[in-house]
């Protein structure tokens, strides 16, 4: 089976740094991808990584390692409007399977 | 661009009743993927289309279950008969792959249908 491991909620304040940690154990691993999405909304599309390693985009940052199984969104100069819940996926090996984890779900404080 | 278009928006039904869902895609984007959403369970694939044609439906939860992709610009997902625990929320999502395989392509969803089965 595929098992997606994500803590359910965190919170954080305003300005700060939050990082989400998401561990996996799936069939064949292809590339891991970050979702975004507020209540009530579609997820929508943050970061992709297939290499070891970190990526950088803006105030979003996600890193890879693969012989571990672990990934982590990195998220700085917290704003209120972060408040969103961060979906990890993985695409399995020779496939077109995005399977997701469940979700951590990020509150930020003034 | 317009997006992923799923109606309708909502629907509430009575158990027994069937439910069909439907969802047109980006114009271009050459896979077509539904998922369930529940609190409990999260994001759940239940089937997919490359150039119109079901790859992997393993994800349907029983036959009650069924869909199709009758053209490259729309596909229905059905429920019948429907039942209380199929309440959620259902997302089409479709993508763009180059080539054989590309894939930084990510998943453009629509806005959901939310299903509530009394």
């Known amino acids: 089976g595929q098992n997606i491991d994500q803590p359910t909620e965190m919170t954080a304040t305003e300005g700060a740094i939050v990082q989400i940690n998401c561990t996996y154990q799936t069939s064949g691993f292809n590339g891991l991808f970050w979702y975004q999405q507020h209540a009530g909304e579609a997820p929508t599309f943050l970061s992709y990584?297939?290499?070891?390693g970190l990526e950088e985009k803006g105030r979003f940052s996600s890193f890879l390692s693969r012989s571990k199984g672990y990934s982590y969104l990195l998220l700085k100069e917290l704003q209120m409007k972060d408040s969103a819940s961060y979906l990890c996926?993985?695409?399995?090996?020779?496939?077109?399977?995005?399977?997701f984890g469940t979700g951590t779900r990020l509150q930020v404080f003034p | 661009d317009a997006g992923v278009i799923q109606s309708p928006r909502h629907e509430v039904t009575e158990m027994g009743q069937e439910v069909t869902l439907r969802c047109k895609p980006i114009?271009?984007?050459?896979?077509l993927f539904w998922y369930r959403q529940t609190m409990m369970r999260g994001l759940e694939l239940l089937i997919y289309?490359?150039?119109?044609?079901?790859?992997?439906d393993s994800g349907m939860p029983e036959d009650r279950f069924s869909a199709k992709m009758p053209n490259a610009s729309f596909s229905t997902l059905k429920i019948q008969p429907s039942e209380p625990r199929d309440s959620a929320v259902y997302f089409c999502?479709?993508?763009?792959?180059?080539?054989?395989?590309?894939?930084?392509?990510?998943?453009?969803f629509g806005n959901g249908t939310r299903l509530t089965v009394t």
């Open positions: 996926a993985v695409l399995l090996y020779n496939t077109d399977k995005l399977i």
């Open positions: 990584n297939v290499l070891d």
């Open positions: 114009s271009g984007h050459d896979y």
């Open positions: 289309f490359n150039n119109n044609v079901p790859i992997d």
């Open positions: 999502a479709s993508s763009f792959r180059q080539g054989i395989r590309s894939y930084n392509s990510p998943l453009h």
